[in-house]
């Protein structure tokens, strides 16, 4: 069963700079196809400004898709009424980025957490202060800790009190967006580790969005690779991980640094940044920073196809 | 091939005046940096290795921090206290590359003001020569189109063009030191691995000594010669790159190098707790309260060096007995 169904989904800003220009349209989000299995969690990577976090945000239900279908559950979550669309929201919930920019800081902890649940469940007080309670129990922080200010936290218990908020209403799916990156990296395991239980015990489904490859490879079960708005290879089980050979997602895979000397790379990767990302009309979106690129790609884009089981790329190449 | 210790830091200590208070942030620092050799710095956040970087360079105020501790470039002492010295130093012989590329740069003033700024105040050169220079730099850089680069604002730039932009302006006097502060840390992982390779490129060009600050193991691992461990403001361990990664010795070390993942689905093996707080900051060994071996000596511990065999120095006590230590007995 899938938790959640994105169907060509596209999301466009348009913007000018001055009152007088003609407006400029940028794609973040160009027709992506994803689905989420019930109880698993979906790895999206790609490097700044590919999209990724514009489609959690479509994900969570916090931006509107100008396209495209949205099912929650086989239940359409655009079309339906508002009052109906409000009860979806419960199912889903989001971890941000930055953990200290997304609570309020004159609120407490507890408060914070309560919001969620005021909101969608009625509750009196005294449960409401006990579900509080427990819920800061299952992210590890003490009881006492409901009556501290955001200030009073560190980072990795402040994004520990952002993931009580999220798990407040027992949603389906959680949207992760970054959530390791502005953390230690001891407090990154600590938290990845919290992740991964979580799901385990309450059978969460997460949209797990990173740039670092080797967080989403511990925690995801599915994995997408985003460039310039398009999701360019889908893997649906992570073991064939090994498998990835879209160029993007081959490039992504050698810049990552094993933690070990004895694995050191001679760095030989031709310099591409200074070739500006973007396409001529048509065309693969990729092509002008790939070694191979044909003619055929400059022209037509491809689109994702099955390569072999469960593995889809979107490459004329393959 | 010889040797040559370029910069000598012995005994730095540095500390915050707060209140009346002294709250130590730095303690007891040593290294040496030598010719063409990395060194890499890690640690967490809080433990003192921005610090460490900026009184290396005299940037710290003199009313709020007190440093201590000698720094020998080429033997010679640091000329902190005169302050028109030290300003020629800084950029020509020792220069530093900033965390953030996008927050160092003034956004009122073109890279190639930055540029010529920083040139003419080392060099008796006319402005048009000074962009030459600059040009010529950012060409060694592999950035396309420099001409154009130079007339362009700060903002204009990608994070990765303008770390490239910010590493030129250092090394375009060969300085016998480069300080890298997380020079990669808010870039993308293809981008950092392309500013990786030219700062290595750069290092076998110049023979510039390096000192690589990172919370990066795969970054130190894949950049550094010789790699020190920061905690609680002490460096912990001190090891040659290969030998701490193979054989790491201390309790947090260890636990560094356990937590992080490495592409595998086995549950993470994580160091409990939280670095500790600046301000609390009590006698003994300050990683204490998370380590597995703790004892009840270490309170009382000295934080002195001990065991330091074959250029491996550990500071813990549990390499201060002579008895052989079971390396399992805490992992």
Not at chain 1, 39 to 52: D, F, I, M
Not at chain 1, 219 to 234: I, T
Not at chain 2, 143 to 159: H, T
Not at chain 2, 252 to 275: C, H, I, Q, W
Request: net charge neutral; aromatic share 6%.
């Amino acid at each position: 069963m899938h938790v959640l169904e994105m169907r060509d989904v596209s999301r466009k800003y348009s913007f000018k700079r001055y009152f007088w220009q003609r407006k400029k349209v940028i794609e973040a989000v160009k027709g992506v196809t994803l689905s989420i299995e019930q109880g698993t969690c979906l790895g999206l990577v790609g490097e700044s400004g590919c999209g990724k976090t514009t489609l959690g945000k479509i994900a969570a239900g916090i931006e509107k898709p100008d396209q495209g279908e949205i099912l929650l559950m086989g239940s359409s979550m655009l079309s339906s009424p508002r009052s109906q669309r409000l009860l979806m929201r419960k199912e889903l919930q989001m971890v941000f980025q930055d953990c200290t920019g997304s609570v309020n800081p004159r609120h407490t902890a507890g408060k914070v957490i309560g919001e969620p649940i005021r909101n969608f469940l009625k509750l009196n007080k005294d449960e409401e202060e006990g579900m509080v309670e427990k819920l800061l129990e299952t992210v590890g922080l003490n009881k006492e800790d409901r009556h501290k200010y955001p200030g009073q936290f560190s980072g990795g218990q402040l994004q520990r009190v952002c993931i009580a908020r999220a798990l407040a209403v027992k949603p389906m799916l959680i949207v992760l967006d970054e959530p390791l990156s502005s953390l230690d990296v001891s407090v990154q395991a600590q938290i990845l580790n919290l992740l991964a239980d979580l799901k385990k015990e309450y059978g969460l489904s997460y949209l797990f969005i990173s740039h670092d490859i080797e967080a989403v490879y511990y925690l995801s079960d599915a994995l997408a690779v985003m460039y310039l708005g398009n999701v360019v290879e889908y893997i649906a089980d992570i073991s064939m991980f090994e498998a990835l050979c879209h160029p993007y997602a081959e490039k992504l895979l050698s810049s990552v640094l094993p933690a070990d000397p004895g694995k050191i790379k001679n760095m030989e990767v031709k310099n591409d940044e200074n070739e500006k990302p973007g396409t001529g009309p048509g065309g693969c979106s990729y092509a002008r920073r790939c070694a191979r690129a044909s003619a055929r790609c400059l022209d037509t884009a491809p689109g994702l196809k099955e390569v072999s089981e469960k593995h889809y790329v979107a490459c004329h190449h393959y | 091939m010889i040797k040559e210790k370029v910069m000598d830091v012995e005994g730095l200590c540095v500390s915050l005046l707060h209140r009346q208070r002294e709250i130590s942030v730095v303690r007891d620092v040593s290294f040496c940096l030598e010719e063409g050799k990395v060194l890499g710095l890690i640690g967490e956040s809080g433990c003192g290795k921005s610090i460490t970087c900026l009184s290396l360079l005299g940037l710290l105020e003199k009313d709020r921090w007190k440093v201590e501790g000698s720094v020998r470039l080429k033997g010679k002492e640091l000329p902190y206290l005169n302050r028109e010295k030290i300003r020629r130093l800084r950029g020509s012989s020792v220069a530093m590359v900033m965390q953030n590329p996008i927050s160092s740069f003034n956004p009122l003033l073109t890279v190639g003001q930055h540029f010529t700024e920083t040139i003419r105040t080392h060099k008796e050169v006319t402005r048009r020569e000074a962009g030459q220079i600059a040009v010529e730099m950012l060409l060694k850089l592999n950035l396309s189109e420099p001409e154009k680069v130079m007339g362009q604002y700060p903002f204009q730039l990608s994070g990765g063009m303008l770390q490239r932009v910010m590493i030129a302006i250092a090394l375009f006097m060969c300085p016998h030191v480069l300080i890298a502060d997380e020079p990669t840390t808010s870039l993308d992982v293809t981008v950092q691995y392309q500013i990786l390779k030219e700062l290595a490129e750069l290092r076998d060009h110049y023979r510039t000594a390096m000192l690589l600050v990172s919370h990066d193991l795969g970054v130190i691992a894949q950049m550094a010669d010789e790699v020190a461990v920061m905690y609680g403001g002490y460096v912990v361990e001190q090891a040659p790159s290969r030998e701490i990664f193979c054989n790491p010795m201390h309790p947090y070390t260890r636990g560094l190098m356990k937590s992080r993942p490495a592409f595998t689905k086995d549950r993470l093996n994580v160091l409990e707790g939280y670095p500790p707080s600046l301000m609390k900051r009590s006698r003994g060994c300050p990683f204490y309260e998370r380590c597995r071996c703790a004892r009840k000596d270490c309170l009382e511990f000295d934080m002195k060096e001990t065991g330091a065999t074959g250029g491996h120095s550990v500071r813990c006590l549990l390499y201060a007995g002579e008895e052989e230590v079971k390396m399992d007995a805490c992992s």
